[in-house]
């Protein structure tokens, strides 16, 4: 019964280190709009660059709060990409 965030079988990101995924408070488009996002939740690191793959939530977290799932490179603090 956990909420989880789904990236489909069409899913791809360029290769780099460090990549994450996180939730919003606010739409993001690029890396000013993440940084400037103090309520964002990093959630887990991202399993591979291309496929299927699920991330739970933590069961306390009030999805009403998110606006948008952002792919964030630790190593270098680049903005991969969003959804929304």
């Given at each position: ?16 280190p ?32 291309t ?14 709060r998110?606006h ?17």
């Open positions: 019964g956990r909420t989880v965030i789904r990236f489909d079988e069409d899913f791809a990101a360029g290769p780099g460090n990549y994450w995924v996180y939730l919003n408070t606010a739409p993001v488009g690029e890396e000013s709009a993440f940084t400037a996002d103090t309520g964002r939740v990093k959630i887990a690191a991202l399993k591979s660059f496929g299927s793959q699920n991330f739970a939530l933590p069961a306390a977290l009030d999805l009403a998110f948008t799932v952002t792919i964030w490179c630790e190593s270098f603090s680049v903005y991969i990409g969003s959804a929304g």
